[in-house]
């Protein structure tokens, strides 16, 4: 009986990590149920073997009396936020200056993790047993959570293994932080039953979990579905692990949750382009999150570095967290409608009662697809909370389901493309639904709006409205067609006239000069940016050559996965792809096709490009360092600028060097320059640089 009793114990124990740490769970809520109650029934029948760590034992016993204060054997210090990119990279500056002081160069690479808004806790496990769980309270003194700590099924009350711990070697004492946490659909259902038994809802996942988490009655705790993500070491003796990246990765494979979608980087310029692109428009992980996040936070990876740097009284020196400011506002869905993406990507938009949110007013947010909507549970006529949170789009964030007041008809995704009719596919093993037809209306005006935009081709002057007349009238149907357009075509035009029609076609003639990787980042190969398109081009040179590449050899090139490989070799084998690309070889210009050309050396100025003849490359082979805050340039644009002109884009200085273009408030870079004799020229001199050539 003892030996059934164990062995349904490490079953559960086991489903309780498939489930809740690996999501990937393989027997049924009722199977699991089923195993919970035959474990009670054994324990009930035979008490004298009922330990701590079993899992029926997360809640038990009477309501505490009151929390008990304990002190925190190491500090639970906080940590210090930024707010803007000028003040990270300062932070990053004065990290590696004090590095360098203390130990020379030393390659220092960094942790970015999302930053959790909960509750700070710390979970403490003597011999693979949990002992003890403590709130942050003032770094110094925390309140005794254990009695709920335990009711989150998602912490072990026991860590796997022989000895009780994995490695074998693992330690004997292991403090664990992280934060607990609800997730917003849990708010929902837990907003759900309030409203059923006439009590008042809560306002945020947040203030949920600061109040539940210090209940006296741990019953109460329980059904309020709390979770956890570990996110650092406390006091620990012998940790088998060196380093932060590799914690987590241990942590995780003792069956506790770490913190997701963490990101390791060899720079911290690295980390922190990270943190500006997280704010993008094209990031959608903000959306797809059930909890909710307040920031991104930094950390040097190695644990002697940290010890090196110490700490301040309130905040470690190693970590920075990058906050921005997030704001929310109540309103009312009034429709939900689709449009179609240039890949063929039906996307649902939904339209809202205006609803003013810091400062501006928002009617519009994206769904991103089926499965977001179906998720969230979001139908047209409901309450929903909109958020918006540094630069991106806004998104909603919950359905506030108490005060659904009638029984609205959920959302029904169209089965067929709402611009040709054409039927709709899914992705295989994907979230997304497309239309497939390329010759679809809606697809040919986002894939020549794309096409013609700055960071592909920059065709200045051909705007939304006029894409839509050149499409509807037939002229384009391609983005090929751009280069078949005549004066003629072009002038008789709503709102274009001669001036503008010569300007347009200039533009579209100047573009036959930009670099292959500006060709291909505009070709709306699916998963296929600028980054990766550089790297495309600067490994095959030409559209014959990526014909002829495998699925093999595309995946063997650093940073282009087998997703991407897959991608790039169906475009590159799909009959209306090829066309295209067969069109643009015959576009000739001075004797040269599109791909065949080099990085276009025009000057900082509207003029018409030079014949190629007569092109210099005023960069060539030169290796070009940018640092400090440009006053004329963005870092993509400075970026692009140097590789237009002939020259390589570095994030580092080195004696192979050649030159550093030193903005305002320039930091360690520039002082590296100066140590090893680099070259250090400013904005105006650059610009001087290129256009005198």
Known sequence: MLTEIARLREEIRKHDRLYYVEAAPIISDLEYDRLTQQLRQLESEHPEWITPDSPTGRVGGEPIRELVSVPHTTPMLSIENMYNLGELRDFGNRTEKTLKKTLGNVPVSWCVELKIDGVAASILYEDGILVQALTRGD???????????????????????????LPA???????????????????VALNETQRQNGEPAYANTRNVT???????????????????????????????????FAFLQLVKSWGIPVSPHVQLFSSFEEAAEYCESFLSEENTLLADLDFEIDGLVLKVNDFALRETLGATAKSPRWLIAFKFEKYEATT???EIRVQVGKTGTITPVAELEPVEIAGTTVSRASLHNAEEIERKDIRVGDTVVVEKAGKII?????????????DLPPFVFPTHCPECQTPLAKDEGGVYIRCVSPFCPAQVKERVRFFASRGAMDIQGLGDKLIDQLVDSGL????????????DDVKNLERMGETSAKKLLAQIEKSKSNPFSKVLAALSIRHVGSKTAKILAARFESFDKLKQATVEELGAIDEIGPVIAQSVYD???????????DELNLLEDRGQRIEDRNLFSGKITEETPQPLSSILYPLSSQTVVVTGTLNRFKRQEIEELIERHGGKFSTSVSSKTSFVLAGAEAGSKLEKAKQLGVRVVTEKEFIQMINDK
């Open 139 to 165: 770094g110094l003194v925390g309140d005794d959570i254990t009695h709920n700590i335990r009711t989150i099924k998602e912490i072990p009350l026991k860590l796997p293994g022989s000895a009780g711990i």
């Open 332 to 334: 009312r869905l009034k």
């Open 394 to 406: 806004p998104h909603i964030v919950r359905v506030e389901k108490h005060l659904r007041t009638e």
């Open 571 to 581: 475009f590159f084998h799909e009959e209306h792809s090829l066309r295209l690309i």
């Open 210 to 244: 600061a109040g539940s988490i210090r209940l006296l009655d741990p019953e109460i705790c329980e059904k309020r579905r709390l979770r956890f993500f570990a996110h650092s070491v406390g006091d620990c003796e012998d940790l088998p692990v060196h380093d932060h």
């Open 476 to 487: 384009v149907k391609s983005f090929t067609d751009l280069y078949r357009l005549k004066f």
């Open 169 to 187: 070697s693992g330690p004997k004492r292991l403090e664990i932080r992280g934060e607990v946490y609800m997730t917003n659909s849990d708010l």
